[in-house]
């Protein structure tokens, strides 16, 4: 049993900061990358940022220089800073293992608003 479990979401205003969290557990094999997408209403789900087994990490443009993503073995995080209300999503954790497969956590609600 695999589980991928996010944490830190919230209510904040804009230009405020919010740290996630992610943690996967479970027979979950061998991690390759570890990420962040997010879903806004009425929108697709879009990669955020991404940190693979080397540590090298990769953003979407719309978040570089505001967002940072790191990693420790099977936890991955998110500071997210000089958040704007376009950054107002339910933000998912993506979980990639060697041989291809993917898991979910179930998402965590970041809302940006005065």
């Known amino acids: 049993q695999v589980q991928v479990v996010e944490s830190g979401g919230g209510l904040v205003q804009p230009g405020g900061s919010l740290r996630l969290s992610c943690a996967a557990s479970?027979?979950?094999?061998?991690?390759?990358?570890m990420g962040w997408y997010r879903q806004a209403p009425g929108k697709e789900r879009e990669l955020v940022a991404g940190v693979t087994y080397t540590g090298s990490t990769n953003y979407a443009d719309s978040v570089k220089g505001r967002f940072i993503a790191s990693r420790d073995r099977n936890t991955v995080h998110l500071q997210m800073n000089s958040l704007k209300p376009e950054d107002t999503a339910v933000y998912y954790c993506n979980v990639l293992v060697w041989g291809g497969r993917t898991f979910w956590g179930q998402g965590t609600q970041v809302t940006v608003s005065s």
């Open positions: 479970g027979s979950i094999g061998s991690i390759n990358t």
